[in-house]
């Protein structure tokens, strides 16, 4: 049984990897902003009682990320595997085309997409060092890479994706001297919140996919950028 700790775990991708694993008998600490309110969560702690805790984080809160931490070291005595699944498309749900982009918009979506994760990854270091041959799953967009054709907008989102990547990178090349490892996947289009109706594939398919390259990672992949099928993305 391994131990997961999955962000952004109350909908689409997240929710989606937040039952696979559970489905297959691992312990998911699943976390978001208003676990009170995320219904389908609540509905699988019901089911999954013992192996299923939910955690409040705010990736972009320092205070947030080091009481989730201290959350997660009082239910389990390291992680094995940490996704860092929570980000956003456009903050507020509002487009930021080219004539309304504002820095206050670039920043939060920064703050969440890249920053936060980086510093989620470095609170639970500490429960990463005493897994077992601990992995880093970091979910990021071929949006964010730089031979990618790009089409102008979305600005901030691409950007952030491309940060994401170089700071999980760095953090790779550092941590994989400490027994853990570190990767970013592009789950591909799909039909969530984010992705919208006329994605291409079903969470399910990818979550799959996620959670197999995480089973299967090895230590020559560390720092690698990857889609969910484990295919090279070009930086």
Do not use: C
């Not at 969560?41 to 013992?50: G, H, S, W």
């Not at 730089?146 to 790779?172: C, Q, V």
């Not at 039909?191 to 020559?220: K, W």
């Amino acid at each position: 049984m391994q131990r997961i700790l999955i962000t952004g775990a109350n909908r689409g991708l997240g929710l989606e990897l937040t039952r696979q694993y559970l489905e297959r008998g691992d312990q998911v600490l699943a976390a978001s902003r208003q676990p009170d309110a995320a219904r389908e969560l609540q509905a699988l702690r019901r089911q999954y009682p013992e192996r299923l805790t939910l955690l409040t984080l705010d990736v972009t809160d320092d205070a947030s990320i080091a009481a989730a931490a201290q959350a997660a070291a009082q239910a389990v005595g390291g992680l094995d595997v940490l996704i860092n699944n929570a980000g956003v498309y456009q903050p507020g749900g509002q487009a930021q085309p080219l004539g309304q982009l504002s820095a206050a918009a670039a920043v939060e979506t920064f703050r969440i997409n890249a920053v936060g994760p980086l510093l989620v990854s470095q609170a639970l270091l500490p429960l990463l060092r005493a897994g077992g041959k601990a992995r880093i799953v970091s979910i990021s967009s071929g949006l964010g890479s730089l031979t990618w054709k790009a089409s102008g907008d979305p600005y901030h989102y691409s950007a952030s994706k491309a940060a994401l990547n170089m700071y999980m990178r760095s953090l790779a090349a550092e941590v994989g001297h400490q027994g853990v490892l570190s990767v970013v996947v592009d789950p591909g289009w799909m039909r969530t919140g984010m992705g919208g109706d006329h994605a291409a594939q079903e969470p399910s398919d990818s979550a799959r996919g996620i959670i197999r390259l995480a089973d299967q990672l090895h230590a020559d992949e560390n720092g690698s950028f990857v889609t969910w099928q484990n295919q090279p993305v070009p930086w």
